[in-house]
């Protein structure tokens, strides 16, 4: 390549590139220049020659050991992405580098235009960061739809709807057989009569409370609390073959927690006992309602029996069907109370009471896998 052919691609380089240089004595005092370097000096290198090259770029200030180590320990000394303000705004950026030439005490700064590129960078760290805003503030929304969800409907379907990311639409998803019970407060309406509204819901919300946790604690699922009455269902949605028994526990740790509750309860809560009703029966478990509102709900006659007999059950005690009865017979003793025409159903329902625990009994939750 000729000379003048080289010469020429290099002035094009340099006028495409944007590229200006300053000459630098082994001191660092400017020597002379090119045009280019003007935009970032702010004035004509011209009127910085025999100045120190601080003077022209303050951001070399304190650099003055590193860049005479160029040409004996280091090959350059750069720095990138040099600020200076622009009419739009948006800031002009540019990148230097510093090397010494060969055979010479001379330094040679070389300034090139770097706006294009880190404003680029700019924009992608911007969107970078607002992605990762949006993750969290998305991860924090399906944190609380969580915490929602799960004090809505069972915590394994909440964690189903979760994972399918589908909504649930009304009518049934599981059928077979299954525990019901019922926990209802007695003289509720006693207590709401007597007791301004914020303290009945108080002391409601304590009491509840203490039977959701008892329920909870033997793996019931928690499917309703309506007014003063709680209602806990075994073996749906996740299956446990012993769901008759770990309905028993349940109920005899709820009137177990209620007694050891009253006896250290400070006087802003009465007395309160719960009647508690139980069954076993195939139920039918799904959301109950209508497209525009409706709730898990699981349906049956269990169901039905339970409820029942939860309002039949005096306070304190435990009533169970004959079903469950006959389920839980090697682990506890009850008592036959004879047949009973319960509300609205027409055949007679042969109830039992819940007695004595036999030998051998715990009280102790299973957490093994049953089903």
Known sequence: MDEQLRNGLLSLTVQTYEIGYLLLEHDLTIRDGHPHVDRWLGHSYRDYVGRNVTEAIPELIGSEIAL???????DA???EAIFRPSADELGMFFDIQIIRLPGDDHLLLTTSDATRKTRQEFLLQQQHNEVKLLSAQLTQTNERLSYILK???PESVARMMIAN???PEPGGEMQREATILFADMRDFTVFAEVYQPADTLDFLNTYLAIIAEAILRHQGSLVQLVGDMVMGVFNVPEEQADHPLRAVRAALDIQQSLLAFNKTADSRFPSVQFGVGISTG???AG??????RFRYAVVGDATNVAFHLSSLAAAGRILLSETTALAVA??????EKGEFQLKRRRKLVKVYELGTPRKGFTMEPDD???G
Request: glycine share 8%; charged share 20%; hydrophobic share 40%.
């Open 368 to 370: 093994r896998p049953t």
């Open 165 to 167: 990311r589908q909504m």
């Open 287 to 292: 959301y109950l309602g209508m497209q525009q």
């Open 151 to 153: 004090r809505l409907v």
């Open 330 to 335: 090697d682990y506890v003793q009850t008592v």
């Open 282 to 284: 195939p139920v039918i």
């Open 68 to 74: 005479a180590m160029i040409g004996v320990g280091e």
């Open 77 to 79: 000394y750069r720095l």
